[in-house]
């Protein structure tokens, strides 16, 4: 090969490489929110003893106590979608891609490589001419920048789906033990 043929195929390979890099930071930033969401889950999740202990012997204490009752129900409520949504962006986002976007049959694609024989993929890709090596690479390149685009969008929308969920666990956690002090008096 040539330098410039040499440049080109160096050049896709970065390339390449480069856009499978930014498909992990999506999963690890996913894995970080997962995380948050899941922990934020178990604390809600403390907080629910009391209160439906409290609203279950004493409802009748107070004439304000079922319209907070229901303020709280609706937040509660709130909290767990806004939770259930960004846990179902997330799982979506982190699940694996086993089609091509091009649907291209590209010996760079795993989902193409493997039901291959070996000696098959090894005769494939050594008989491959550089254009056609180039062609493989930006093919894969494009794939993988589409995945990559899709991963960020459901990130940006599970991290605005576990906002709407913490806002809700909050006002949930600050009216929570008024809500039981009103029914105790």
């Not at 202990?53 to 409520?77: D, E, T, Y």
């Not at 086993?98 to 989902?111: D, E, G, I, T, Y």
């Not at 291959?116 to 920048?145: I, R, W």
């Amino acid at each position: 090969m040539e330098a410039d043929e040499l440049n080109q195929v160096s050049a896709c390979e970065n390339n390449l490489a480069r856009a499978s890099g930014w498909a992990g930071v999506a999963d690890q930033k996913a894995g970080f929110i997962l995380t948050l969401t899941l922990v934020v889950l178990g604390y809600l999740t403390t907080q629910l003893g009391d209160f439906f202990s409290a609203l279950f012997s004493k409802w009748s204490a107070s004439p304000s106590a079922p319209a907070l009752f229901v303020f709280l129900i609706l937040v509660l409520l709130t909290a767990l979608v806004g939770m259930v949504g960004a846990i179902i962006n997330l799982v979506s986002l982190i699940r694996p891609r086993l089609a091509p976007a091009s649907a291209k049959q590209s010996l760079l694609f795993f989902q193409t490589i493997a039901p291959m024989p070996c000696d098959e993929f090894t005769q494939a890709l050594t008989t491959l001419d550089q254009k056609g090596y180039v062609n493989a690479l930006c093919d894969q390149t494009h794939n993988v920048s589409k995945i990559v685009v899709e991963k960020f969008r459901k990130l940006n929308a599970s991290i605005n789906w576990f906002w709407v969920g913490v806002g809700a666990v909050v006002v949930f956690s600050f009216f929570r033990p008024l809500f039981v002090k009103l029914l105790e008096r």
